[in-house]
C-alpha cells in the first residue's frame, strides 16, 4: 500500500470518529488548523499525481471521460474549469521548483501555488517576489500582484488593442433576476467604477443609519441604478470625479521614462488595475491630472493639480494602504480613512498618521472603542476593549464582535 493511501484511509477514520461537541473550543481550532494543513498538503499531491496520469494517459484506464480535466473533475467533485486549472498550474511547476517547493511542504495552498505561478512562469525574475505577497498578503492581494506581473510581462499595446476590441456588456435573465457580465479597457471601467463609488457610499451610509447590512455589491448595484436612471444627476461632478479616478495613476517612474511597464514595476489605476504605460503618459500630457510617481516601495513624488496638500495625501494613502490596514482583512473597497490621533486634538493630518480602513473595522475603532497599534510592515493589530474578555474577537467582523 502506498503512503498515500494510508494516509486517505486515516483520514476517513479520523473524520468519521470526530465528534465536535466533545472538543473544547481551543481543541476544535487547533484541530481545524491540522485538517485545513493536511487539505492542502493532499491538494498538491492530487495535482503532482493527476498531472502525471494526465501525461501518461494512464487515467484513461479506469475512467470514461473524453479528456484527463473531466477525469479529475468527476474524480474530485469540481469543475472542469478548476480541474484544467489544477493541471495547469502542476504543468507549469515543473519549471518553478522554489514554487513546487513551498506547495509540497504545504507552505503554500494549491489556489496561491496557481496564482504564484501564473504570474512566475511569464516572469520568473517575479517569482520570490510573488512567494513572499503570498506568505503576508491575503489572496486578493496575490491575485492582483500576480496580475501587475502577469501585465508588465505582456506586449501592452496588443493586450490593450485586445481589451478594446473584445469590449462587451452582456446580460442573460434566470428567473426574476437579470444578471450581466461585461468587460473593457481598464481605464473606461475605471470611470464606471468611480461614478458608482460616491453613490455606493451614499447608499452603504443610509442604510447604516437604518441600521441596515447588505452587501457592498448590493449597494454598487444601487448605485448603478441611481446614475443611469436619476433624470436629476448632478452631471458635472459625476463626470467630474470619473475623470479624475481614470485620470489618477500609479506609474514607477522607470517604466515612465521607458515606456512600458517595467519588470517589478507598477503601471495601475489605485483600487481597480494595470494599465498601459501609454495610457499613463496620455494623463501626463494633460499635465493637470493627477499622477503618483513612486520608485516601486513608497510615494516618492506627488504630482497634483492642485497646491492644496489634501488631496496628494489622499492619493498617497490610497496608493500606500490599498486593502484595509487591519492585519488579515484584505478588503479594498469603501475604503475609508481613520486618524489614529483624534483630528479634533490635532488638527493636522499627516501621512503617517491617517490610514485606511474597510468599513466594518473603521466602525469597530471609531464607534466600538476598538484600538489599534503598529506592526513593522505597515499593517496594524486591532484590540477589542476591556470588556471583551481576551483577546479572541481581535480581528473579527462587528458581527461576531458585538455578539
Ligand atoms: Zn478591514
Known sequence: ??????????????????DPACLDGRDAAMLAEAAAEGAKLLDAATAILAKRAADTNAWRRTSRAATAEQWLATMSGCTEGAAR?????????????????????????????????????????AEPRLLRTAKHSGMRELRAEKERVVAAATDELEAHQRAKQDRHLRTWTHGFATHGSFSGPTEDVAKILAALEPLAKARFAQARTAGVRESRDAYRFDALVTAVTSVTATRPATASSASNAAACVL?????????????????EIPGVGPVPVEHAREVLSH?????????????????????????????????????????????????ERHHTVDYV?????????????????????????YTTTDNRDGTWDLHAPAHFTGSAMANAPPGEAAA
Do not use: W
Not at 90 to 118: F, I
Not at 303 to 310: A, D, G, L
Open 1 to 18: 500500500m502506498f503512503k498515500i493511501e494510508e494516509v486517505r484511509d486515516l483520514a476517513r477514520e479520523a473524520v468519521a470518529e470526530l
Open 85 to 125: 486549472e489544477t493541471l495547469a498550474t502542476a504543468q507549469r511547476l515543473d519549471s518553478l521548483p522554489a514554487t513546487a517547493e513551498r506547495l509540497r511542504s504545504g507552505e503554500l495552498s494549491l489556489a496561491q501555488a496557481a496564482q504564484v505561478s501564473a504570474g512566475a512562469i511569464v516572469d520568473p525574475s
Open 251 to 267: 506609474v514607477d517612474l522607470g517604466s515612465l521614462l521607458d515606456g512600458k511597464t517595467a519588470s517589478g514595476g507598477t503601471c
Open 287 to 335: 499635465g493637470l491630472l493627477q499622477l503618483v510617481i513612486t520608485d516601486g516601495v513608497d510615494v516618492q513624488t506627488v504630482v497634483s493639480n492642485t497646491r492644496h496638500i489634501p488631496p496628494a495625501l489622499k492619493i498617497a494613502i490610497a496608493v500606500r494602504d490599498r486593502t484595509c490596514k487591519i492585519r488579515g482583512c484584505d478588503c479594498d473597497r469603501m475604503l
Open 345 to 369: 486634538d490635532s488638527h493636522r493630518s499627516t501621512y503617517t498618521e491617517l490610514g485606511n480602513l474597510c468599513p466594518k473595522h473603521h466602525d469597530l475603532v471609531t464607534n466600538k472603542h
